[in-house]
T-cell receptor
Framework: NAGVTQTPKFQVLKTGQSMTLQCAQD?????MSWYRQDPGMGLRLIHY???????DQGEVPNGYNVSRSTTEDFPLRLLSAAPSQTSVYFC???????????????FGPGTRLTVL | QQPVQSPQAVILREGEDAVINCSSS?????VHWYRQKHGEAPVFLMI?????EQKGHDKISASFNEKKQQSSLYLTASQLSYSGTYFC???????????FGPGTSLSVIP
């Protein structure tokens, strides 16, 4: 199993550009989530999904869109990039079983995004 | 609402013990602990559930005081490999999302 994969590993954007960060998992996990990590701020939840077709907002959703058309994939879209979105982005997945609190999350390797 | 972690950073010599605390102003259902080494993804350590027992493996263990809405992570006889940033994540109910704290940086030196 590849686990949780993320592409690209690094990306530089100009202000106003759009892009999609890809996330895929091959563990048949229902629950998937996106975090951003900034120095001193820890891991902040952007959006999450409890299954195909179901998504919800986390702590810092503004400026980001998500969709979940399959169990395996959970892409994160930046519609109009801003310098404040410079960060490291992590995707994670876990078994859901109706209770995300019960299950460990498996994190992908991360995408380092710089917005100029 | 993000949990609070203390201390923000700690430096230990090999063999020393450390305690990392995680607290919330809200009632908690679960506490999750992860460790992240520099440049890597966070890795799961353990989950503590309301009403559950203290957890641990090897020389890393944790407790969960539901009444005080806090958890503590205990690292005994620290090794160089324990270095990294430790995050706690909390949820208010069994079906709630997990929100992480700002992290505690732990450095173990020879």
């Amino acid at each position: 199993n590849a686990g949780v994969t993320q592409t690209p590993k690094f990306q530089v954007l100009k202000t106003g550009q759009s892009m999609t960060l890809q996330c895929a998992q091959d563990m048949n996990h229902e629950y998937m989530s996106w975090y951003r990590q900034d120095p001193g701020m820890g891991l902040r939840l952007i959006h999450y999904s409890v299954g195909a077709g179901i998504t919800d907002q986390g702590e810092v959703p503004n400026g980001y869109n998500v969709s979940r058309s399959t169990t395996e994939d959970f892409p994160l879209r930046l519609l109009s990039a801003a310098p404040s979105q410079t960060s490291v982005y992590f995707c994670a997945s876990s078994l859901y079983s109706g209770a995300p609190s019960y299950n460990e999350q498996f994190f992908g390797p991360g995408t380092r995004l710089t917005v100029l | 609402q993000q949990p609070v972690q203390s201390p923000q950073a700690v430096i230990l010599r090999e063999g020393e013990d450390a305690v990392i605390n995680c607290s919330s102003s809200k009632a908690l259902y679960s506490v999750h602990w992860y460790r992240q080494k520099h440049g890597e993804a966070p890795v799961f350590l353990m989950i503590l559930l309301k009403g559950g027992e203290q957890k641990g493996h090897d020389k890393i263990s944790a407790s969960f005081n539901e009444k005080k809405q806090q958890s503590s992570l205990y690292l005994t006889a620290s090794q160089l490999s324990y270095s990294g940033t430790y995050f706690c994540g909390t949820s208010k109910t069994s079906y709630d999302k997990v929100i992480f704290g700002p992290g505690t940086s732990l450095s173990v030196i020879p």
